[in-house]
Each structure stands twice: as C-alpha cells, then as structure tokens.
C-alpha cells in the first residue's frame, strides 16, 4: 500500500460541469485506480491538480477556474480512447476559424 498515493473520480455527462465522484487516498485511493483501470477509463496523473480538486466535497461540480484544464484532460480522454463527449457533433465545429484583429 502506498500511504502518499492520493486519487480523484470526476463525473461528467456532457451537460454540466464535471463532479467529484469520489477521493481518496492511500488504499481508498488504490479502489479508485483499480476501478478506474477495470473500466478502461484514463488516468491523467497531477499532483497539484489532485490536491485542489480533494478539496471538493464529493457531488460538487469543479470550480470555473478548473474548466479549462479538466476541459483538455477530458478531450485528451476521449481521443485516446477514439470516442467523442456526449452531445458533441464534429460536424457543428467549422474547420476553419476566422479571427478578426
């Protein structure tokens, strides 16, 4: 068992914000990788980005100031894994993006 190993679970449903599932550390947090491995779901290791979100409650959504960083670990989950997030349609993303300076 390792007594320093701390883990997250993040939730999201393409709808709202992603929640914390579930938190834990040493052997809670072992469950929480073994669970993660089992399901075939990708594990992103921070140990900063660890510790702001075990600062959450379990069921509370990650703060705004998260968005952007969980936002990339998501899509960098999806694309690994050769699926897209629910309700997104590649379709709707013009490939081309014009910006006015």
């Excluded at 979100?53 to 998501?74: F, H, K, T």
């Amino acid at each position: 068992m390792n007594d320093d190993l701390t883990a997250v679970a993040l939730h999201y449903d393409g709808a709202k914000a992603p929640t914390v599932l579930a938190t834990g550390q040493s052997s809670l947090a072992e469950e929480i990788l073994a669970i993660a491995r089992e399901h075939e779901i990708p594990i992103y290791e921070n140990p900063d980005l660890v510790a702001l979100l075990c600062s959450l409650s379990v069921g509370n959504e990650i703060p705004p100031e998260l968005y952007q960083i969980i936002a990339e670990i998501i899509a960098f989950a999806f694309y690994i894994k050769g699926t897209l997030p629910p309700g997104f349609h590649p379709e709707s993303v013009s490939e081309h993006r014009h910006y006015d300076i």
